[in-house]
T-cell receptor, first 114, second 112 residues
Framework: DTAVSQTPKYLVTQMGNDKSIKCEQNLGHDTMYWYKQDSKKFLKIMFSYNNKELIINETVPNRFSPKSPDKAHLNLHINSLELGDSAVYFC?????????????FGQGTRLTVV | GNSVTQMEGPVTLSEEAFLTINCTYT??????LFWYVQYPGEGLQLLLKATKADDKGSNKGFEATYRKETTSFHLEKGSVQVSDSAVYFC???????????FGAGTRLFVKA
């Protein structure tokens, strides 16, 4: 059983399009995240949700809109895609408030905007 | 604010060489510290962690000791293998925090 699964794994789309990436975790965690990894492997947090509520929004353009229908799912919708949005997007989950709690990551979605 | 600094890569070693990847951090309070590993085409996975000063995390022959006096958490392995080739990320999480902060990552290449 995959702990954190995200779909699709690859996404190629044209500038200006709108796309969504889905994420689900079966670990029973309360907190989910979206991270963006650029071509140099630098990993930057975008959003964090705890029990379906947004708690971190790291100055991400409002073209990016996360949605958490329940605490096991955190989807990412991107409007008006730009070339600079090309990256690998990782979903993750953890059990916040627990000492030393690690994050569990999905396999990533490689987004290419052409 | 909180931050993590790790040595720039890439690091290229021959098989069975000794590995050190340096990591230092800045944080308020008493963070937990982690090393994650990312193999090609995969997501990050936890390699080891330490939750308080002087703790040593270890896994798969890797180890790192939480040094509060030097705010460091250096990763070491006595004898690397080709299969250890990956990108390694040092990270911290403050107690009760919702945000794991990652270093820039260090790519390791191990040659046979």
């Amino acid at each position: 059983d995959t702990a954190v699964s995200q779909t699709p794994k690859y996404l190629v789309t044209q500038m200006g399009n709108d796309k969504s990436i889905k994420c689900e975790q079966n670990l029973g965690h309360d907190t989910m995240y979206w991270y963006k990894q650029d071509s140099k492997k630098f990993l930057k947090i975008m959003f964090s949700y705890n029990n379906k509520e947004l708690i971190i929004n790291e100055t991400v353009p409002n073209r990016f809109s996360p949605k958490s229908p329940d605490k096991a799912h955190l989807n990412l919708h991107i409007n008006s895609l730009e070339l600079g949005d090309s990256a690998v997007y990782f979903c993750a989950s953890s059990q916040a408030f627990a000492e030393g709690t690690e994050a569990f990551f999905g396999q990533g979605t490689r987004l290419t905007v052409v | 604010g909180n931050s993590v600094t790790q040595m720039e890569g890439p690091v290229t070693l021959s098989e069975e060489a000794f590995l050190t990847i340096n990591c230092t951090y800045t944080a308020t309070g008493y963070p937990s510290l982690f090393w994650y590993v990312q193999y090609p085409g995969e997501g990050l996975q936890l390699l080891l962690k330490a939750t308080k000063a002087d703790d040593k995390g270890s896994n798969k022959g890797f180890e790192a000791t939480y040094r509060k006096e030097t705010t460091s958490f250096h990763l070491e392995k006595g004898s690397v293998q080709v299969s250890d080739s990956a990108v390694y990320f040092c990270a911290l999480l403050n107690t009760g925090g919702f945000k794991t902060i990652f270093g820039a990552g260090t790519r390791l290449f191990v040659k046979a």
